[in-house]
């Protein structure tokens, strides 16, 4: 089993920043790929940006430019730096480790809101 803990979300105005953080535990296998995902209300849960082992991210055409995601793989925690943040970018946030066939797990959700 694993487990994920995700920390960092809040309230924030338009254009400042937050970053996400999210700790990996339990059977944790090198060859993984962790990632970040929202959900706005009324809307399908979309990603925002993935990273894989060896460090090649993959991002969101939304937030290309604004957030940066990065992993420690020995503490096997994936971070996402926020910036330059918009009202749209407010949705619950879900942190994602995908192991293959070792399974693929979600984080409990931290809530980013971009308001005024």
Do not use: H
């Not at 809040?10 to 254009?15: E, F, T, Y």
């Not at 926020?82 to 979600?106: F, H, I, P």
């Amino acid at each position: 089993q694993v487990q994920l803990v995700e920390s960092g979300g809040g309230l924030v105005q338009p254009g400042g920043s937050l970053r996400l953080s999210c700790a990996a535990s339990g059977s944790i296998f090198r060859l993984y790929v962790m990632g970040w995902y929202r959900q706005a209300p009324g809307k399908q849960r979309e990603l925002v940006a993935t990273i894989i082992s060896s460090g090649s991210p993959n991002y969101a055409d939304s937030v290309k430019g604004r957030f940066t995601i990065s992993r420690d793989n020995a503490k096997n925690t994936v971070y996402l730096q926020m910036n330059s943040l918009k009202r749209e970018d407010t949705a619950v946030y879900y942190c994602n480790l995908n192991q293959g066939a070792r399974g693929d797990y979600w984080g409990q959700g931290t809530q980013v809101t971009v308001s005024s």
